[in-house]
């Protein structure tokens, strides 16, 4: 029999209303023959006994990730098959599972998928895995059989990147991997809104390619024609390609990371041969943007996330107001701005007052034309809303 942990009385609120995380401050007594271990199935019960939920167990704020309410759903191979077919359904409902144009997307999406700490992309016929939980770590060739389960022939490898995300004081000794089939190639070349794109999920962050900004950057696409543009923390080079396809005159690409600028630079070749007028930077974003004078009429900020979490919230969102403020002070007469968060600690109503006192302070007419999220692939659990996690608004400046 496995570990039992039993709830503070009215602590079971949240539960009954599906939010997938148990705080340990919520926890009373646990039950257990031997001392629990993280990572395994335990099952949660009210003060009084009565069965809620079962999910993974974990050292931390987060006690335990919830994987089912039902009690009678055993977490077995059938179990993982199921949820990842789900999934699979869900993007084939998006027309992203054989797409000529699309062939990389995000199959499971954590929370939104109900599977709390697993994180899958599809590029083309690989599979990238990482796990952000012990549980999930330990359930990583259970999670490998079904998405073989799931896609049959069209996956010939499975990647585990978990190394730089599972817990660290797990002492996991998680190592990057294949852990079915294989790859003789590093880089691999993917299609996305019919742009092509180098991805290296072996070496590259995240999983190899910032997925969740695909529908984001098809608008800065409609935006680009004619204008002069400025990706700032431009990794790879996304929005700098779909710039260039959508017409622009000419775009600068800076991010500090020397290899990521090589990397935006491959890209673009790749798409529109070496004469297109493209330049690269590797240089602090931060600091390039005070010198940029009005070169500029469409600007893309989408920095890495300035606030992990609540406790440096305050200075995230000083940092926020800092850049925009420097963009749009200096920003062409009728240009464009995107900018975006992706602190999951920052609400949609903070980013946009930070942008608003930004606006402010650079004196100059704003209007906000779109308010941007995360796509679909991406999805939110209604009972989670935390996942909302991304969030951008294109400004046009006077």
């Given at each position: 029999m496995g570990a039992k942990i039993y709830l503070r009385r009215g602590k079971e609120e949240s539960l009954l209303r599906r939010h997938p995380w148990i705080f340990s401050g919520a926890i009373e007594r646990v039950e257990c023959k031997d001392e629990i271990k993280e990572g395994e199935i335990v099952e949660v019960y009210t003060k009084a006994g009565d069965f809620i939920a079962r999910g993974h167990y974990q050292i931390g704020s987060i006690a335990v990730r919830v994987l089912t309410f039902e009690k009678d759903e055993k977490i077995d191979q059938e179990w993982?098959?199921?949820?990842?077919?789900?999934?699979?359904?869900?993007?084939?409902?998006?027309?992203?599972?054989?797409?000529?144009?699309?062939?990389?997307?995000?199959?499971?999406?954590?929370?939104?998928?109900?599977?709390?700490?697993?994180?899958?992309?599809?590029?083309?016929?690989?599979?990238v895995v990482q796990c952000h939980s012990v549980g999930m770590y330990l359930s990583r060739m259970a999670i490998a059989e079904a998405l073989r389960?799931?896609?049959?022939?069209?996956?010939?490898?499975?990647?585990?990147?978990?190394?730089?995300?599972?817990?660290?004081?797990?002492?996991?000794?998680?190592?990057?991997?294949?852990?079915?089939?294989?790859?003789?190639?590093?880089?691999?070349?993917?299609?996305e809104n019919g742009e092509k794109f180098l991805v290296n999920w072996e070496e590259g962050q995240k999983t190899g390619f910032f997925l969740d900004q695909r529908q984001n950057r098809e608008l800065v696409k409609h935006y680009a024609k004619g204008r002069t543009v400025l990706n700032t923390f431009c990794y790879t080079g996304g929005f700098s390609?779909?710039?260039?396809?959508?017409?622009?005159?000419?775009?600068?690409?800076?991010?500090?990371?020397?290899?990521?600028?090589?990397?935006?630079?491959?890209?673009?070749?790749?798409?529109?041969?070496?004469?297109?007028?493209?330049?690269?930077?590797?240089?602090?974003?931060?600091?390039y943007i005070k010198q940029i004078g009005n070169k500029y009429d469409l600007i893309i900020l989408d920095p890495p996330a300035f606030a992990k979490h609540h406790k440096v919230l305050g200075n995230a969102m000083q940092g926020y107001k800092r850049i925009n403020a420097r963009a749009l002070s200096q920003i062409k007469s009728g240009g464009i701005l995107f900018t975006f968060s992706c602190s999951q600690a920052v609400s949609k109503e903070l980013f946009r007052t930070t942008v608003f006192s930004a606006a402010a302070i650079a004196g100059r007419k704003?209007?906000?034309?779109?308010?941007?999220?995360?796509?679909?692939?991406?999805?939110?659990?209604?009972?989670?809303?935390e996942g909302e996690y991304l969030k951008g608004l294109v400004l046009y400046v006077e």
């Open positions: 993982w098959n199921k949820r990842i077919a789900i999934a699979h359904d869900v993007r084939r409902s998006l027309s992203l599972t054989e797409n000529e144009k699309t062939n990389c997307y995000r199959l499971i999406h954590g929370e939104g998928d109900s599977l709390p700490g697993l994180v899958v992309d599809i590029y083309d016929t690989t599979a389960n799931t896609y049959g022939e069209r996956i010939t490898a499975i990647y585990d990147k978990s190394s730089q995300t599972v817990p660290f004081k797990a002492g996991l000794n998680a190592v990057d991997g294949y852990i079915w089939g294989s790859s003789d190639h590093k880089s691999h070349v993917v299609y390609v779909y710039a260039a396809s959508g017409g622009a005159l000419e775009v600068c690409s800076v991010d500090a990371s020397e290899r990521a600028v090589k990397l935006a630079e491959e890209n673009m070749r790749l798409n529109f041969g070496p004469e297109y007028k493209h330049e690269a930077v590797a240089a602090d974003a931060v600091e704003v209007r906000i034309l779109h308010q941007l999220t995360q796509p679909a692939d991406h999805p939110i659990n209604i009972y989670h809303p």
